[in-house]
């Protein structure tokens, strides 16, 4: 497992995809709150907006890196390295998962850094630091790291851009099907179950407003770690059943 | 005799094709085994039940003596390497980085990289990337990739597909260099059977996911028919004159022909000269892996 991970993490930081996404994430918030603080001198608060407004956003850009980061082993076959010399398909999953958790861990947290730098600096946080915040921080990483254990999922058992291309897409895609299934059923029940059990609406409760803390932010983290879990056991299930080219 | 590898009844299906049918196979160890077969024969599909790629429908093998059932199996696949068909390379690496990164994968020390770069002719390929390698390159690469971690046992899947003369000869000559001076053994598949018949100490014939036949390369020798190949100005003449001695031929063209019988060749050439047919040159041969192949599979078009 050790040696995987070795395999990966080199693999990982020898691509340049991982840095130019990072310093994508690292110049957003960076220019977002230049240009806030150019062109409203005495509004404040955009720092503390721009902390979950780009959750949805962050998806994306880990997709991409740790997306490609495993459609890219089998495109080219260097998965099959792996395995003829004698690693378990459960491990070389679960060293995916962790580098592809790795990855999201950076990227956001490279994220609120720089937000946090810019915005201290230029004076552009109203709330920022406080409880509240913090907690949905938690909640925040709880999420990505749902939506990035469906990336892992999706492209180990695709092996394809096609697997790829739904994660580059998956938040939109769930956020467009709860909305419409809700719209349909027109069930308060319904609607109370989409926001704990959905990371793509769990994070549209505190998105534009920071402060406001989820009710039940404890039961959206378990479901959180329920969906890695059960993401995670389907995936290695599907992935040691697979043939490879 | 000690055997790396044996397969029991392996059986393979694709939805409803069966690409392996109660395929038995006995690689001994210190041998190069040449897998012959045609396209679809299901060469490459048991190389990739053996590497752990594909897995077996029905059947099992043993790799070093462990079942493919057993746990400890992951353990002796560290004692092998394998090119399977196009070889598996990190396009954006260097050959070295590409190495560096098996031994990472393998937990091992990088030491050895240099050494494996200039077995396989790569040592001077500096920071050019994978992707612009040749293909006779990224072939002698694969098998640098499957070299790391001193393997006992290598598994090579149409290692000269696409390479040019010079190229064949470059990884023949490192196959015979690894079996000889390191006492690798050597599973390979290739459709050149001339360049099969160069390398195999034994033979496997696949043919419609079976195994048709085995032997060594001694059996080979000896089952292959020996024939005395004739060049002469008149091969109607040469025709009458081995009529009359009873032989078995086959007049191949206006000038040649080959005799199956052992024949004397002083009596043949003064028959033939009182005929005033002239032999231009007599040579004997032995029947072509190729040829016995075909009268074993009954005369194949697609090898």
Redesign the interface.
Known sequence: M???L??GF??LF???RFYIVLICVVGIPAAITIFASIIKNDAKGVADLMLFFMTGSMTMFISITSGLFIIHDFK?????????????RTNIYFANLIVSLFVALVYQVAYWLTLVGFGKLLDEFEFFPCTEIFKNMLLTIFIVFAFTSAFVFLCTTMRNNGGFAICLMLDTIVTTVVSLVLMFLKSETAEDIAVVAIPSVQRNLFRADPIIVPDDMGLMILVDIGICVVTTIAGIAVFK?A??? | MEYILQTQQLCKKYGKFNALTNLTINVPKGAIYGMVGRNGAGKTTLIRIITGLNNPTSGEYTLFGVKNSDKKLLEAKRKMGAVVETPSLHPEMSARDNLIQQTKAMGISNDNVDNLLKLVGLANTGKKKAKDFSLGMRQRLGIAFSLVGDPEFLVLDEPINGLDPQGIIEVRETIIRLNQEKGITILISSHILDELARLATHYGFVERGQVIKEMSAEELERASRRYVHINVNDTAALADVLKGMGAEFNIISANEADIYTPVQVTPLVLALNEKNCFVNTITENHESLESYFMGLVGGAQNV
């Open positions: 050790c040696n995987l070795a395999e080199r693999r020898k691509s340049k080219n076959n260097t998965i099959r390295n792996k395995i003829i010399i004698g690693h378990s059943k043939d490879l080219k």
